[in-house]
């Protein structure tokens, strides 16, 4: 385990180096955007902290429109760390949503350079800057990483 | 923003980027599953399939279906993907061991490749119990799916329809008490 995390760590320094180089030889940029996970990655985390609290306090309650988090959250009886895990995945859920939604305006002006054929809708502007990755700004390639859409 | 803070985001990113390789379903095996437009005209849609699925129960009555849905035939032709969705006892609460496969769904329909497309989630039993029970029961089932993709999970509800097959299109017609049978489908209906 040790050294299989030692034998990886120069790869990432040198990729890290370059991304800030890339980074640098762009000059002043706006924020890079933050990491989000997948939806099946957080609401994974509840699943773990609070599966035991659902099967026992919110018997017959589904997990759509809110109904278990309202469940969680009204139950006294719920454990401690399942209610914060549950204020976590709540945040972390908005950030993907956040993240996604946000994609279409870092990538603005990318769009129009790269992508000035394409239809817009469906999905399209997406796919075009996905696969004009290579050129795309570093910025709008963060907020596609960030999106999760690669 | 210094550069040095800069520095620490991109490493963050860098290495938090494998994760998720432990988990037994993939999202990039389910988009490819799903990816790609349908032939025009295949004629599926939900309304169809519900009411081909009552008359199936209405015209060859009996403890189990044995002649398949005049769909059949088109359903099989559309992209897909099988998932197993555990719920409690004969009930449409899902249980939170599987609150993961329905967030992969969730990733999978909101990635770009998909974005086009709208699918239909479609609940099965196997053929235990009665026929029109079944039915409802799959349909409850398949609503509790598509109310979590398009609440928790964010996904547009004009890309998802939901319907209850009962045990009126068994994945294994030989056996229909399998497991087998039991399962939820994505299926991409087109745009």
Same mark, same amino acid.
């Given at each position: 385990?040790?050294?299989?995390?030692?034998?990886?760590?120069?790869?990432?320094?040198?990729?890290?180096?370059?991304?800030?180089?890339?980074?640098?030889? $762009?000059?002043?940029?706006?924020?890079?955007?933050?990491?989000?996970?997948?939806?099946?990655?957080?609401?994974?985390?509840?699943?773990?902290?609070?599966?035991?609290?659902?099967?026992?306090?919110?018997?017959?309650?589904?997990?759509?429109?809110?109904?278990?988090?309202?469940?969680?959250?009204?139950?006294?009886?719920?454990?401690?760390?399942?209610?914060?895990?549950?204020?976590?995945?709540?945040?972390?859920?908005?950030?993907?949503?956040?993240?996604?939604?946000?994609?279409?305006?870092?990538?603005?002006?990318?769009?129009?350079?790269?992508?000035? $054929?394409?239809?817009?809708?469906?999905?399209?502007?997406?796919?075009?800057?996905?696969?004009?990755?290579?050129?795309?700004?570093?910025?709008?390639?963060?907020?596609?990483?960030?999106?999760?859409?690669? | 923003?210094?550069? %040095?803070?800069?520095?620490?985001?991109?490493?963050?990113?860098?290495?938090?980027? !494998?994760?998720?390789? +432990?988990?037994?379903?993939? %999202?990039?095996?389910?988009?490819?599953?799903?990816?790609?437009?349908?032939?025009?005209?295949?004629?599926v849609t939900a309304a169809l399939l519900r009411q081909q699925a009552l008359d199936n129960i209405a015209q060859n009555p @009996?403890?189990?279906a044995?002649t398949a849905l005049p769909l059949a035939?088109?359903l099989?032709?559309?992209? +897909? /993907?099988?998932?197993?969705?555990? /719920?409690? /006892?004969?009930?449409?609460?899902?249980?939170?061991?599987?609150?993961?496969?329905? @967030?992969?769904?969730?990733?999978?329909?909101?990635?770009?490749?998909?974005?086009?497309?709208? /699918?239909l989630?479609i609940g099965h039993t196997?053929?235990?119990?009665d026929r029109k029970y079944n039915l409802e029961l799959s349909q409850?089932?398949a609503?509790?799916?598509?109310?979590?993709?398009?609440?928790?999970?964010?996904?547009?509800?004009?890309?998802?329809?939901a319907v209850g097959l009962g045990e009126e299109q068994l994945?294994?017609?030989?056996? !229909?008490?399998? +497991?087998?049978?039991? %399962?939820?489908?994505?299926?991409?209906? @087109?745009?």
């Amino acid at each position: 385990m040790t050294t299989k995390l030692d034998t990886r760590r120069p790869r990432r320094a040198i990729f890290a180096v370059a991304a800030v180089a890339a980074i640098a030889a $762009l000059g002043p940029v706006q924020p890079a955007a933050a990491q989000t996970i997948g939806y099946a990655q957080a609401i994974d985390i509840l699943a773990d902290s609070c599966g035991a609290d659902i099967l026992k306090h919110c018997k017959g309650i589904n997990l759509g429109g809110g109904r278990i988090e309202g469940c969680l959250e009204q139950n006294p009886k719920v454990s401690q760390a399942c209610k914060v895990d549950l204020v976590r995945v709540q945040g972390l859920l908005a950030a993907r949503a956040a993240a996604q939604a946000a994609v279409g305006q870092i990538c603005n002006r990318d769009a129009q350079q790269f992508c000035k $054929l394409t239809k817009p809708g469906k999905g399209n502007i997406l796919n075009c800057l996905l696969k004009a990755a290579p050129s795309v700004s570093a910025n709008c390639n963060a907020a596609i990483d960030a999106a999760g859409y690669r | 923003m210094s550069s %040095r803070i800069l520095t620490a985001l991109v490493a963050v990113a860098l290495l938090s980027i !494998p994760a998720g390789a +432990q988990t037994k379903l993939d %999202r990039n095996e389910i988009i490819n599953s799903l990816s790609g437009l349908p032939a025009s005209g295949h004629g599926v849609t939900a309304a169809l399939l519900r009411q081909q699925a009552l008359d199936n129960i209405a015209q060859n009555p @009996g403890d189990n279906a044995t002649t398949a849905l005049p769909l059949a035939a088109q359903l099989a032709k559309l992209r +897909q /993907f099988n998932v197993e969705i555990v /719920f409690d /006892f004969d009930s449409a609460t899902i249980r939170p061991e599987s609150y993961e496969t329905i @967030g992969l769904m969730a990733d999978a329909l909101h990635h770009p490749y998909l974005l086009q497309y709208r /699918f239909l989630v479609i609940g099965h039993t196997d053929a235990k119990g009665d026929r029109k029970y079944n039915l409802e029961l799959s349909q409850k089932r398949a609503d509790s799916i598509r109310e979590a993709l398009t609440t928790t999970f964010r996904v547009d509800p004009a890309r998802l329809d939901a319907v209850g097959l009962g045990e009126e299109q068994l994945r294994d017609p030989a056996d !229909p008490y399998a +497991q087998v049978n039991r %399962r939820v489908q994505l299926i991409n209906i @087109g745009d």
